[in-house]
């Protein structure tokens, strides 16, 4: 079955560093996202990513996040200047459009 | 605006007994509900989706879950917890005119000996 890879599955920034979190979504996807999950609560969204450019983003998704898919493949999301808060589990979603969503395993970004 | 309210945080059963995980939505149309499980340091897993078709829906597992308009519910069932059902579920509500889903705050299904 078509999984969703995301790489690194942990990773520990120090505060202020850029960050990077990886994702390769399923090949015949069309639609891409992010969401992210605190530590005990809730996942929320963060951004949608179709045709090449940004269709929706939440008020989380500030200037200090921005996303790409520089060649084709793969999906990323960089976060320039990192924050405690931002301490969360990250997921990475493709979808054909048709609200069938996969769901990758995360990375888990630990800001110190 | 679309929203999840899933009424328990946590539900204890023992192993054999039937499972209940309850969850109401809130939407302004015609919605996609889903159920996803997030085992330990894991991924969400899709368990099922509601999509406008048939009311009842099976998924994998021996999970299924039902549709409510009149009652804004969609609840997960299952006849007989097993000890790996043990995890995280999450009611996850889709407006048919957004992608972007909404994920209630989870119950976390514990299965005892």
């Known amino acids: 079955e078509p999984e969703v890879t995301q790489t690194p599955s942990h990773q520990v920034t120090q505060m202020g560093q850029e960050v990077i979190l990886r994702c390769v979504p399923i090949?015949?996807?069309?639609?891409f996202y992010w969401y992210r999950q605190i530590l005990g609560q809730k996942v929320e969204f963060l951004v949608s990513?179709?045709?090449?450019?940004?269709?929706?983003k939440s008020e989380i998704f500030d200037d200090q996040f921005s996303v790409e898919r520089p060649d084709g493949s793969n999906f990323t999301l960089k976060i320039r200047s990192t924050k405690l808060e931002d301490s969360a589990m990250y997921f990475c979603?493709?979808?054909?459009?048709?609200?069938?969503?996969?769901f990758g395993s995360g990375t888990r970004l630990t800001v110190v | 605006a679309q929203s999840v309210t899933q009424l328990d945080s946590h539900v204890s059963v023992s192993e054999g007994t039937p499972v209940l995980l309850r969850c109401n939505y809130s939407?302004?149309?015609?919605?996609?509900l889903f159920w996803y499980v997030q085992h330990p340091n894991k991924g969400l897993q899709l368990l099922l989706k509601y999509t406008s078709a048939a009311t009842l829906v099976k998924g994998i597992n021996g999970f299924e879950a039902e549709f409510k308009k009149s009652e804004t519910s969609f609840h997960l069932t299952k006849p007989s917890a097993h000890m790996s059902d043990a995890a995280e579920y999450f009611c996850?509500?889709?407006?048919?005119?957004?992608?972007?889903?909404?994920f209630g705050k989870g119950t976390m299904l514990l299965v005892s000996p």
């Open positions: 990513f179709y045709n090449n450019e940004i269709s929706e």
């Open positions: 939407s302004s149309y015609s919605p996609s």
């Open positions: 996850v509500v889709s407006e048919t005119r957004y992608s972007t889903l909404t």
């Open positions: 090949s015949n996807h069309l639609y």
């Open positions: 979603a493709s979808s054909t459009g048709a609200r069938g969503y996969t």
